[in-house]
């Protein structure tokens, strides 16, 4: 189980700093810099801060995978079944599919810039929904925190 937990923690540290570049990436857009200039002092790059942006969506991302491949290991372990559709597993299948969706459409679409880095964003307040905020709203196995 220690590594099913540690690799989420990992993979919420990635999202988490893909919503920071997120976050540098729309001031960058919004002082209207260019993409390639760099001046010393201020934010990097926008292709710099995508890049950060991607690297750490794709590392979240396999990160969250194996997450749950061991989460399904230990769940059949503990509970007799793989998957039981419980609210944190449901939750956190959401969060696998939402960075799976920013990923294809970054990689096989071209999408760039603005609507990704608010995708990333958002994509933030999903996985903290899915780490806090299922315990405290919604009860299955995994209702060890209620309130």
Not at 24 to 47: F, M, Q, W, Y
Not at 71 to 77: F, I, L, S
Request: glycine letters at 10%; hydrophobic letters at 50%.
């Amino acid at each position: 189980m220690s590594y099913h937990v540690f690799t989420w923690f990992l993979g919420y540290a990635a999202f988490a700093v893909s919503c920071g570049s997120s976050i540098a990436c729309l001031i960058k857009n919004r002082k209207g810099n260019e993409p390639s200039v760099h001046k010393p002092g201020v934010l990097p790059t926008i292709d710099l801060v995508e890049e950060v942006i991607y690297q750490a969506n794709a590392v979240g991302f396999m990160l969250l995978g194996v997450g749950i491949i061991t989460g399904a290991v230990w769940a059949n372990y503990a509970w007799g079944s793989y998957w039981s559709w419980d609210p944190k597993e449901t939750w956190a299948l959401i969060v696998w599919l939402n960075y799976a969706a920013w990923l294809h459409l970054r990689l096989t679409k071209g999408w760039r810039g603005r609507p990704l880095a608010w995708w990333a964003i958002v994509g933030l307040f999903v996985t903290l929904f899915a780490f806090v905020g299922v315990n405290m709203f919604l009860s299955g196995l995994h209702s060890y925190g209620e309130l």
